[in-house]
């Protein structure tokens, strides 16, 4: 999966995402921290501030967002060396 917990993410809405979360987000595009990730989608950190801090989290449905941007750790190459032939 390339999605881990608390790694900020950039997603673009798809437009059944931009019809569905209207009025949500300021753009297409915008940036949040990823809580969780399931079949159903990806659970999203709003950064809404509020008086108790209580966390708000939502859903954003995999039909949701067309496009997303995020950083990856390239996976480091095995040092292991395979031999030649069969082994029994």
């Not at 801090?53 to 480091?76: A, C, G, N, Q």
């Amino acid at each position: 999966m390339l999605f881990r917990r608390g790694q900020t993410v950039r997603f673009r809405l798809s437009p059944d995402g931009e019809t569905a979360l209207k009025g949500l987000f300021d753009n297409s595009s915008f940036q949040v921290k990823v809580e969780e990730v399931d079949d159903l989608g990806v659970w999203i950190l709003l950064d809404k501030k509020s008086p108790e801090d209580v966390r708000t989290i939502m859903l954003l449905k995999w039909d949701y967002f067309s496009t997303v941007v995020l950083e990856v750790e390239p996976e480091m190459p095995s040092t292991e060396k395979l031999g030649i032939g069969f082994k029994l």
